[in-house]
């Protein structure tokens, strides 16, 4: 499976579905047909329609859409994305609110690299924004990177975590969500023998798989099913001519796609009929419920293999992290030299991708922290997008998070005054 050829094949695959998918609509939306009392026609043309945005959305990256932002003054603020710190396989980004007074919580979201975008945490990045300086990591594409610019694993992923850390300063709250969780833990306790100055005040993991045979899923099974060598012959490729990474070995993000869909086949097909019922009725929208989620579902990125490899690897069937063994460049990173940074974590009580149990093992891993600056909380009822991204998020974990924050602030007021006010969405 590592040729350029098998990387092409698929690509053609989705480059024709697309075409179909033009052709229908294009054809069956010829005016001479409404004279032909025949509903099919609507139907193709609707398919036609909703297939072609499926298969082009899936080589897209989806913009962030946040382009103004209404602050307390009641006027509406351009937002813009500022480079902060610029490197091959992702970048440090800045939403910068022009003329809002820098917000006293400095918030560092870490994005998952794990087949999406981090155009993923929008609705996360956007609840923050009322009252926080946002910052989060940008991951690229691995088929848009040049084999000149060299491997990326998880340790390298690590050791950007560090600098984009040192790059903020130690007033600076980590929030992780989902897979970096494990790494962002390793990159603190990096910096605690390193720099200790550098270190955030507060972290916060989301949904991590701190110790992934704490509580076992459908994900950590299929890690311990496989062998190495089987991962490495079924799921890596080589990028296509078509790219600038062309050569390079990677995960590729349809694989990944195809692997989300095919765990929840029945529903995802259903949406999809639905949504060519709804277009026939001439019921639906560019921007209805149904593109808004699968414009960004669809929008999948290829991972370094070397960087899926090693997750799978050292986090899930040798848990380096969950056993305190983790290294970097042949250096041993004890998660237990944690002494200041106080690490709340947040689980789904119906997460079936990282299963409650999995996230909060980090706490007893760090066994240098008073117990006074570890906080827990499962939320029930919560799936994996919901503990960072939906209902829950909005209406129960975000407000927990920004009250953990401000407890664990340099410039926390002392017991008995107000702390800065939480503005709910």
């Known amino acids: 499976m590592r040729y350029m050829a098998t990387y092409d094949l698929m690509e053609t695959i989705r480059n024709t579905n697309q075409w179909l998918g033009a052709t229908a609509s294009a054809v069956a939306s010829y005016p001479m047909f409404a004279m032909v009392p025949n509903p099919a026609y609507s139907w193709i043309a609707a398919w036609g329609e909703v297939t072609e945005r499926t298969f082009q959305r899936m080589v897209v990256k989806p913009d962030w859409g946040i382009r103004t932002f209404t602050c307390e003054d009641g006027r509406d603020h351009l937002v813009t994305i500022e480079h902060v710190v610029e490197r091959p396989f992702g970048d440090l980004i800045h939403f910068n609110v022009a003329g809002r007074a820098e917000q006293p919580r400095k918030v560092l979201l870490v994005a998952p690299m794990s087949g999406h975008y981090a155009t993923l945490l929008r609705s996360t990045v956007k609840s923050l924004l009322v009252n926080c300086e946002v910052y989060i990591t940008d991951w690229h594409n691995a088929r848009d990177i040049p084999v000149s610019e060299g491997k990326f694993d998880i340790e390298d992923y690590t050791l950007y975590l560090v600098d984009f850390m040192k790059e903020l300063g130690p007033d600076t709250h980590v929030i992780a969500v989902c897979q970096p969780a494990p790494l962002t833990l390793a990159a603190t306790a990096y910096l605690a023998e390193e720099d200790p100055e550098a270190q955030p005040n507060s972290l916060t993991l989301i949904g991590g798989p701190i110790d992934p045979n704490a509580a076992a899923t459908d994900v950590t099974d299929f890690g311990h099913r496989v062998t190495m060598g089987q991962l490495e012959e079924v799921m890596i490729q080589r990028v296509g001519f078509k790219y600038p990474g062309v050569g390079r070995l990677v995960y590729p993000g349809l694989l990944q796609l195809a692997s989300f869909m095919s765990m929840n086949g029945e529903r995802h097909s259903n949406a999809f009929l639905n949504q060519i019922q709804r277009v026939t009725r001439g019921e639906a929208s560019d921007h209805d419920a149904h593109n808004r989620f ?75 922290l008073p117990s006074e600056k570890k906080a827990s909380h499962v939320e029930d009822g919560a799936g994996h997008y919901g503990i960072f991204a939906g209902k829950s998020w909005r209406n129960n974990i975000r407000p927990l998070v920004l009250n953990f924050i401000d407890e664990n602030s340099n410039d926390s007021p002392p017991k008995g005054q107000q702390a800065p006010k939480i503005v709910s969405l």
């Open 294 to 368: 699968y414009d960004e579902y669809l929008a999948v990125m290829d991972m370094p293999a070397e960087f899926y490899l090693s997750t799978v690897e050292r986090i899930f069937k040798n848990g380096e992290i969950a056993n305190n063994t983790f290294t970097v460049n042949g250096r041993t990173v004890d998660i237990g030299k944690i002494t200041t940074v106080a690490v709340k974590t947040v689980e789904g009580g119906k997460d079936d991708i990282t299963a409650p149990g999995q996230c909060v093992a980090a706490l007893d891993l760090l066994t240098g």
